[in-house]
């Protein structure tokens, strides 16, 4: 019944080894269970900072990726623009060129077409002067047949050279 009943002196010495202990562990173990403490609590304050910073990196790196994005988005909109540009230029300029060339080949054409006409008309000519040259060697030759008409024929000619003169 000793443990139910516990004597002056058993209290004593458990005071004696609760005070030993305890001033042991507040000298000693208190500290650093302290400092593990705040060791742990420091990590988890710099775990905590570091999640911010983190996540402060992150959105800055996302407003950051949006505006290249955005940057990247307008100057795909301005080549498009200028392609679009260059594009109806170079159309533009190929028309022009075409109608150029199209006018040269009118022009050159033409030309040719005038250049012809007059080779015909003059191989035309040439064609006529002959027949009436024939016709008129033909109506002469019936009509010199005579002297007297041969004669009047070169006094006529040598007249009218005269009077031009």
Do not use: C
């Amino acid at each position: 019944m000793e443990l139910f009943t516990p004597e002056f002196g058993l209290i004593f010495w458990m005071f004696v080894a609760f005070a030993i202990l305890f001033l042991v562990l507040a000298k000693w173990g208190w500290p650093a269970i302290m400092k593990m403490i705040e060791g742990r609590a420091d990590l988890i304050d710099k775990g905590v900072e570091y999640a911010q910073n983190a996540k402060e990196q992150l959105d800055h790196a996302r407003e950051e990726a949006n505006k290249y994005i955005e940057e990247a988005r307008k100057q795909q909109a301005e080549m498009l623009r200028d392609a679009d540009k260059m594009k109806t230029q170079i159309i533009e300029e190929a028309r022009a060129a075409a109608s150029k060339e199209a006018q040269k080949v009118m022009d050159a054409a033409k030309v040719s077409i005038e250049q012809e006409r007059k080779e015909a008309e003059l191989r035309f000519r040439d064609e006529v002067s002959s027949f009436a040259l024939d016709i008129a060697t033909k109506v002469v030759r019936n009509q010199m047949s005579d002297q007297n008409a041969q004669t009047k024929l070169v006094n006529s000619l040598l007249d009218e050279i005269e009077n031009k003169n």
